[in-house]
C-alpha cells in the first residue's frame, strides 16, 4: 500500500506533509530581476530564510536573483508552465495578462508612499488578483511589494522641463501606458529587459531610462548615466505570483507556514522600500559619475500638464474604477 501511494505521488506534487524532510524539502523555485542587495532582492532572501526557520528546513526556498535563470521576457512564462512558483514582478510587466496594471505608470498618479500603502491594503487592489486572466493561467496574485517612485536619467542632457526630452530615446520596462508617456514629452522609447538594460545605455542604443533610486544604484546605472532627476513622476512596484496548482499542492500545514513568511516578508518589504531608496540616492550622488539635479514641486507639476494625454488615452484602458478607487485612497 504503501508502495502504492509512493507511486501515486511520485512526480505529481502530491506528498503529504511527512514526506518533506530537512534532507529532502519541498522547493519553492523563487526567480526575479534586480540585484541581491536590491528592495526585491533583500525581501526574497528575508522571505526564504522566514521559510527556513518555520518550516525546520522542511520547505526551502531556491532565490534565483539577477535575471540568472529568468528574464523579463520570460519569467512569467515560466511560472505559468511551473518552471519556477513565485515571481515578484514589476507590476506594469503584467500588462501581458491584463491592461490595467498599467495603473502602476499613470503619471503622478501617487501621492507618497503613505498613498501607495493604502492602495495596496485595499478592496481596489485586491480586484486586481481576481482576474480571470490569472487563475486561467494557473497564476495566483498573493501580496503587493513596494520598490519606489521612478526618476528620470539620461545621457544628452538634463532633463527638467517637458522640452529637455524631445528627440531622446528612452528605455522602458513594458506596455503602451509607459511608450505614450514618452510620446507626450515627445520622445521616444523601447522596450528592453532589466537584465539589458546596463548595457543599451553604456552602448547608446538608448539614451535614457526611468528607475527608483535604489535599482538605479543596485544596477549602477549611474556608470553609464550622465544626469538623473528626481521627477518621482511614476511609480515601481511588485506584486508577487505564484502557481497556481504549485501552492494548492502544498501540504496543508507547511503551505500555512509559508504564506505566514510570506506576510512578515511584505511587510518587512513595506518597512524597507522607502528608507532604501533613500540611501540609494545619497550613494547615486556620492558616487560622483552622474549629476543629480533635484526637481521641485513646481517642476514636477510642469512635467504632470505635459503628462496629461496620458490620461486622455488610457483612462478607460485602465478603468476609471480604478483610478478613481486609487485617487480616493490619497489623503
Ligand atoms: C525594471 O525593469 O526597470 C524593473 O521592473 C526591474 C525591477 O524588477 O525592479
Known amino acids: 500500500f504503501a508502495l502504492v501511494l509512493a507511486a501515486c505521488g511520485g512526480g505529481s506534487g502530491a506528498k503529504s506533509s511527512e514526506d518533506y524532510t530537512k534532507e529532502n524539502p519541498l522547493v519553492i523555485k523563487f526567480s526575479h530581476v534586480t540585484a541581491i542587495d536590491s528592495v526585491k532582492g533583500k525581501s526574497a532572501d528575508y522571505f526564504a530564510q522566514l521559510v527556513d526557520e518555520k518550516t525546520d528546513g522542511r520547505v526551502k526556498v531556491e532565490v534565483y536573483p539577477s535575471s540568472q535563470l529568468y528574464g523579463d521576457a520570460d519569467e512569467l512564462d515560466a511560472l505559468m508552465s511551473g518552471n519556477v512558483h513565485m515571481i515578484a514582478p514589476s507590476v506594469t510587466k503584467m500588462v501581458k495578462l491584463d491592461p490595467r496594471w498599467q495603473y502602476v505608470d499613470m503619471p503622478f498618479l501617487f501621492q507618497d508612499a503613505e498613498h501607495v500603502q493604502a492602495f495596496f491594503d485595499s478592496e481596489v487592489a485586491q480586484s486586481l488578483f481576481k482576474a480571470d486572466a490569472l487563475a486561467s493561467n494557473d497564476i495566483m496574485g498573493k501580496a503587493f511589494w513596494p520598490n519606489g517612485f521612478k526618476n528620470f536619467s539620461s545621457n544628452k542632457n538634463p532633463l527638467v522641463k517637458p522640452e529637455d526630452f524631445a528627440g531622446q530615446k528612452f528605455r522602458a520596462q513594458a506596455g503602451k501606458v509607459l511608450e505614450a508617456q514618452f510620446k507626450a514629452l515627445n ?82 518589504a513595506q518597512g524597507l522600500a522607502a528608507d532604501e531608496n533613500a540611501k540609494s540616492l545619497e550613494k547615486i550622488k556620492s558616487a560622483g559619475s552622474v549629476e543629480v539635479y533635484e526637481m521641485s514641486q513646481a517642476e514636477r507639476d510642469v512635467l504632470k500638464e505635459a503628462m496629461q494625454p496620458v490620461y486622455d488615452e488610457f483612462a478607460d484602458v485602465i478603468t476609471k474604477e480604478l483610478i478613481d478607487g486609487i485617487e480616493a485612497l490619497k489623503k
Open 187 to 268: 520622445a521616444g522609447s523601447a522596450t528592453i529587459s532589466f537584465g539589458e538594460t546596463y548595457a543599451a545605455l553604456q552602448q547608446g542604443t538608448v539614451d535614457g531610462t526611468e528607475n527608483p533610486h535604489n535599482n538605479f544604484d543596485t544596477m549602477k546605472f549611474y556608470e553609464v548615466q550622465k544626469y538623473y532627476s528626481t521627477s518621482a513622476h511614476g511609480r515601481l512596484d511588485y506584486a508577487i505570483f505564484v502557481n497556481k496548482s504549485f501552492w494548492e499542492k502544498m501540504p496543508e500545514d507547511l503551505g500555512k507556514l509559508v504564506d505566514e513568511a510570506l506576510a512578515e516578508a511584505t511587510t518587512y
